[in-house]
């Protein structure tokens, strides 16, 4: 197992699911994609957190990603579960979750800290674009459930940087000003940036966020 790092190719792997068999990159297509492994089956957190995202699902669609969960129990056990989170977290799951039993997934990604737990998954996401490379990697602690919120909000702010030449600032939420990226020349932003721009500092050039009308 190699060490995943932004930029790198979202390894391939061929893997049983709650939906059937999925080949990662074929499945991907040409949308974006969220890997996210979960510590177990049947467990309180990851409940809520599949519940959640079965919720967000049109916010996913809207954004052209497609999301896939992973576990280390197997598709009996997915299958009840999956029960469960419908019935307790009042939804419908709509999207598939891995049954990783033999590790081999969750090994490609590195997504057994063993001295966390060295049998189970932590809380991983990987952000994957289009072009089947790794956008955005988070890591969480089992006690700790996900902000599904601040996901679309990192979602958001990867697409948007990607077709267009700003940054995001702290804190930023889709429709919030926008940095200028460092390699255009000040001379050069009101003919990429036609809504215009405040030059705070040289080196800190804000925008009216470019892809909205
Ligand atoms: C949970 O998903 O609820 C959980 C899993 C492992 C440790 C703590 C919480």
Request: proline residues 7%; charged residues 25%; glycine residues 6%.
């Amino acid at each position: 197992m190699a060490t995943i790092r932004l930029g790198d190719e979202a390894p391939n792997f061929t893997a049983q699911s709650s939906e059937g068999t999925i080949n990662f990159h074929e499945w991907l297509g040409d949308s974006w994609g969220i890997l996210f492994s979960h510590p177990a089956d049947y467990t309180p957190v990851c409940t809520t957190e599949l519940g959640t995202v079965a919720k967000y699902k049109s916010e996913f669609d809207k954004r052209n990603v497609k999301v896939v969960a992973l576990s280390v129990d197997g598709l009996e056990s997915h299958k009840g579960w999956i029960k469960d989170i419908n019935e307790t977290q009042h939804t419908t799951v709509n999207f598939p979750i891995i049954a990783d039993e033999d590790h081999k997934v969750s090994e490609l990604y590195d997504m057994i800290h063993p001295n966390a737990n060295d049998k189970l998954t932590v809380r991983s996401v990987f952000v994957v674009g289009p072009d089947k490379k790794v956008k955005l990697i988070i890591v969480y602690p089992a006690s700790t459930g996900r902000n599904f919120d601040e996901l679309l909000r990192v979602i958001d702010s990867l697409q948007l940087t990607a077709y267009y030449k700003v940054a995001t600032p702290a804190n930023w939420e889709n429709g919030d000003d926008c940095v200028v990226v460092p390699s255009i020349a000040t001379a050069d932003i009101p003919g990429i940036f036609p809504k215009g721009f405040k030059e705070v500092k040289p080196y800190l050039r804000m925008t009216p966020q470019p892809n909205l009308n």
